[in-house]
């Protein structure tokens, strides 16, 4: 399955290309590389919708089978289901259901993915030094509650976290089990993606 | 006596390859050069230059040898001495012009001069204007008649000199009694008479702008480009280059007009849009989407300031 993405940020588009080869176990899964959409988060969801299917309609050049759109859901009140539901409707309203589509919303914010992989991160650098209370907050399942850019920017050692190329780092050494274990949020990126762990829910994270 | 000779210019596009640029012909009298490149507006970094030396005889060929002069033009001066085709191509380059226009430097006052020729910022350009005027009065009407496509209140644009014989601008509005100076009238009205005097300037063979979008309107960077197409169309044969980051600009241009350059460890890359993805003209051609959307989504890494390309 050819599957395109599109995201709402410059993190996403640079790091998700490291998880993919961490995607192995879906079957017969074939990832494009990511484009962006460029609009606000905050854009009401009609402006987003038509945005988002101009670029679908720029991914059909190449024949993805599924695109999965992935949005921030930032500081909206409304539930994450409700929200990446009514984005459903606006693009595939804006697209006229031209593909496969799935929206996936980050809750609230790739970096609350990122947090989720801190724990165990195979190659533990001196960059990232997660206190036991910050690792409090990211475990078990918890990390799409928590200010997740805040815990990164205190986790990070010497020079300032960089959205971009720590995002990278953190992606290259990120365990997918572990990152799902800790949020819903990627959990169901996982299920729309067809990960055998999560192919009939990702409500709950999968027991060993 | 030199019977025949011939000129070929490499550069090396991609790391070991060295690829022919141009090449020059002359045979007793005739001269011809000819580009594959050039003619499709490819920008060029200059590496190494490769010169049979003239041929004396047909038996002289068995011992032909070749030249390699690194920097190449900053020889050309000494080299064009013995060749009349390298003459010729020196000539060439002479007349390319390069133009990143500064509306702060249009501002200025000209000074009079004979050659009226602008600089790649946009000093003197009361003297293009009085040069237009002058020696190319259908020039300096179209000059005109685009700037009025930008700001439809000017009438007419004057040069007067002043009481120190410096040349300046006045832009005259009908219903106005006195004009505007060229300290008054908006940025756009200033950068837009610089790139429409220095396209229709029939002077020079090949011309490079810099970011035109730049202080103008969508409609205007429009009105530019039919410009630089109605200039092509002409008899004398010219090349354009233009560089930007307009979108409005980038939805105005077919795919075959586009070129991509980028950086990749440390080098600057050069390529035909069309050569880094050929399925772009289906694409644009069938009304899929517009090329601004497909350049700034990231589907092509060489298009955006990705750290992955």
């Known amino acids: ?208 | 006596m030199i019977l025949d000779e011939e000129l070929h210019i490499h550069a090396e596009v991609e790391s070991n390859d060295s690829q022919l640029i141009m090449m020059a012909t002359r045979r007793q009298d005739a001269l011809s050069l000819s580009s594959p490149l050039i003619a499709h507006g490819t920008e060029i970094t200059w590496l190494d230059m490769v010169i049979e030396r003239p041929v004396q005889t047909a038996e002289a060929l068995d011992t032909l040898q070749l030249w390699s002069l690194p920097a190449p033009l900053s020889l050309l001066a000494q080299v064009k001495l013995f060749s009349p085709i390298v003459d010729v191509f020196a000539t060439s380059v002479a007349t390319v012009r390069v133009y990143r226009f500064d509306p702060l430097a249009g501002r200025g006052p000209g000074i009079p001069s004979v050659s009226g020729e602008i600089t790649p910022r946009g000093n003197q350009l009361p003297a293009l204007a009085a040069f237009l005027q002058a020696q190319h009065p259908m020039a300096w009407e179209k000059t005109v008649q685009r700037v009025r496509l930008v700001a439809p209140d000017v009438d007419h644009i004057t040069v007067r000199s002043d009481h120190d014989r410096r040349l300046r601008l006045e832009f005259s509005e009908s219903g106005l009694i006195s004009p505007w100076t060229d300290n008054e009238v908006s940025d756009g009205t200033l950068r837009s008479l610089m790139l429409f005097a220095a396209i229709f300037d029939p002077r020079g063979s090949l011309k490079a702008f810099e970011e035109p979008e730049n202080s103008l309107h969508p409609w205007a960077i429009r009105a530019f480009v039919d410009a630089c197409r109605e200039v092509l169309a002409e008899p004398a044969p010219k090349q354009l280059a233009v560089t930007t980051h307009s979108q409005a600009l980038i939805d105005y241009v077919t795919p075959e007009e586009v070129t991509i350059v980028w950086r990749q460890d440390g080098a600057t890359m050069v390529r035909p849009l069309l050569q880094l993805d050929p399925t772009v003209r289906d694409y644009w051609a069938e009304g899929r989407g517009r090329l601004s959307n497909l350049l700034n989504s990231g589907l092509l890494l060489e298009t955006v300031p990705s750290s992955s390309t």
């Open chain 1, 1 to 208: 399955m050819k599957v395109g993405f599109i995201v709402d940020g410059k993190s996403e588009f640079e790091a998700l290309p490291k998880l993919m080869p961490l995607l192995s176990t879906i079957d017969q899964f074939r990832p494009m590389r990511p484009v962006l959409a460029t609009v606000s988060a905050d854009a009401p969801i009609d402006t987003i919708s038509f945005v988002v299917a101009e670029i679908i309609g720029t991914l059909a050049n190449r024949n993805p089978d599924r695109v999965v759109v992935l949005w921030n859901r930032e500081q909206r009140p409304e539930c994450p289901g409700v929200l990446a539901q009514a984005r459903w409707h606006g693009i595939s309203r804006q697209s006229q259901g031209a593909h496969s589509l799935s929206v996936v919303g980050k809750d609230r914010m790739f970096e609350n993915w990122l947090a989720a992989a801190l724990p165990t991160l195979s190659h533990p650098s001196a960059r990232f030094r997660l206190s036991k209370s910050d690792e409090r907050l990211i475990v078990s399942d918890k990390a799409d509650h928590t200010d997740a850019l805040s815990l990164l920017k205190r986790s990070t050692a010497g020079r300032e976290y960089d959205k971009v190329a720590d995002s990278k780092r953190i992606l290259a050494a990120a365990n997918v089990d572990e990152i799902a274990a800790n949020s819903r949020s990627f959990r169901r990126f996982l299920r729309c993606l067809g990960h055998p762990d999560y192919l009939h829910q990702s409500r709950s994270p999968r027991r060993p």
